[in-house]
């Protein structure tokens, strides 16, 4: 999925705790421009509903590559297994680099 100048690819959300979730996957720079380091908002909804959010930092995003990202988002309420498959939308956003 493309937002932007970034690309996202194979995300996936295990849980670490009952207000906790780890958002894993790869990002593709395809901005134009290289960073030593950048950061980046997530988003989980369910039905349109904001669930978790956190932000991430890359270090060494330059452009053309992709990089593997891990976040910690945390969760407007538990999150249970079954709560998880429930999340059928996500949002990645670009908050600044250098």
């Known amino acids: 999925m493309?937002?932007?100048n970034?690309?996202?690819y194979n995300i996936?959300?295990?849980?670490?705790?009952?207000k906790t979730l780890i958002v894993t996957g790869e990002i593709k720079n395809s901005?134009?421009?290289?960073?030593s380091m950048?950061?980046?908002?997530v988003t989980l909804f369910i039905q349109?509903?904001?669930?978790?959010?956190?932000?991430?930092?890359?270090?060494?995003l330059i452009h053309g590559s992709t990089k593997p990202f891990e976040c910690l988002v945390?969760?407007?309420?538990?999150?249970?297994?079954?709560?998880?498959?429930?999340?059928n939308r996500w949002d990645i956003v670009f908050q600044g680099g250098y």
């Open 2 to 4: 493309y937002r932007g």
């Open 6 to 8: 970034f690309a996202f």
């Open 12 to 18: 996936n959300f295990r849980r670490n705790d009952d």
């Open 31 to 35: 901005s134009g421009a290289s960073y």
């Open 38 to 41: 950048t950061v980046f908002n």
């Open 48 to 60: 349109n509903k904001a669930v978790a959010t956190g932000k991430t930092k890359i270090a060494g």
């Open 74 to 87: 945390e969760c407007a309420e538990i999150m249970e297994d079954r709560t998880i498959t429930k999340i």
